[in-house]
């Protein structure tokens, strides 16, 4: 929201210097194609990227809309190409140090069962291939945990993971530590006073644990979900198989796994033979 409502403000100050006059509900509705590439091509000047370009060009889209609307009109949009986004490979984790951020962050909670909660989320990242969305909108209707689990992801779209013993039996020592009643449609994973856990809690404990480690910063907990998709890759997955238990809606997102594993195979060549 902070975002969107500064990038309201930025188009408005730009739109005011760029006509030479005062910005008012009719001129936003007034604003053409010519208007918005001047102000994306002045704010990549300042230094933006295309991905935050791209964000920035969202957010004018979605102003001008409700600019629109304020004034009783339908919206037309000004048709303007958003930039070219790179696309850039995901980064991995090894196991050894995917386990290792797990349970270190575990072991330096504030308390056990919350080092025990912690530990079974990063697990559920890791061991499962989950997004910290998905693993924090898990309620206690899921327990006990079998040998799958159903998972909703994005645009409400569900699918059934397999739940290996490691982290089944994680979860489990959680519930039986948590101090909190966990039953009907309360969440599964809670914070410190029992509410619904807040996920930046999550991504902060993630990077003590990376500091304290000196692992680097792109270990995040969405790379945990990068590495469980990798390592199966690597062991001889089917990439349909994988594209179900990601959650892809299309298989190209899926595919950019396959050029991890070649990078890292090259990568193992160039280290292990002797004339690489």
Request: include cysteine; glycine fraction near 8%.
């Amino acid at each position: 929201m902070r975002a969107y409502a500064a990038t309201a403000h930025r188009l408005i100050d730009f739109l005011g210097r760029y006509r030479g006059d005062s910005i008012g509900p009719a001129e936003l509705v007034g604003v053409v194609a010519t208007d918005l590439r001047a102000f994306l091509a002045q704010r990549r000047a300042e230094g933006l990227g295309a991905s935050s370009a791209a964000r920035e060009l969202s957010g004018v889209r979605a102003f001008l809309k409700y600019a629109a609307e304020q004034q009783g009109s339908h919206a037309q949009l000004p048709r303007t190409r958003a930039p070219k986004r790179p696309r850039t490979l995901p980064r991995p984790a090894s196991p050894d140090d995917a386990m290792g951020l797990a349970e270190d962050a575990a072991a330096a909670a504030s308390t056990p069962w919350i080092g025990a909660r912690d530990l079974a989320i990063l697990l559920l990242l890791y061991g499962a291939g989950l997004r910290v969305a998905e693993a924090l909108s898990l309620t206690a209707r899921v327990m006990p945990i079998g040998t799958t689990l159903r998972v909703t992801g994005k645009r409400s779209k569900t699918r059934i993971v397999p739940i290996v013993p490691a982290v089944r039996e994680a979860i489990d020592d959680y519930v039986r530590q948590c101090p909190y009643p966990l039953s009907g449609d309360a969440p599964l994973f809670v914070g410190a006073r029992g509410g619904p856990l807040n996920p930046d809690l999550v991504r902060r404990s993630v990077a003590a644990a990376r500091k304290r480690l000196g692992l680097p910063d792109t270990l995040t907990p969405h790379a945990l979900r990068h590495s469980f998709a990798t390592h199966l890759l690597a062991g001889g997955a089917d990439l349909r198989a994988l594209q179900e238990l990601l959650g892809h809606a299309s298989l190209s997102s899926t595919q950019i796994y396959t050029a991890v594993d070649a990078a890292r195979l090259l990568d193992v060549y160039r280290h292990a033979h002797p004339r690489a």
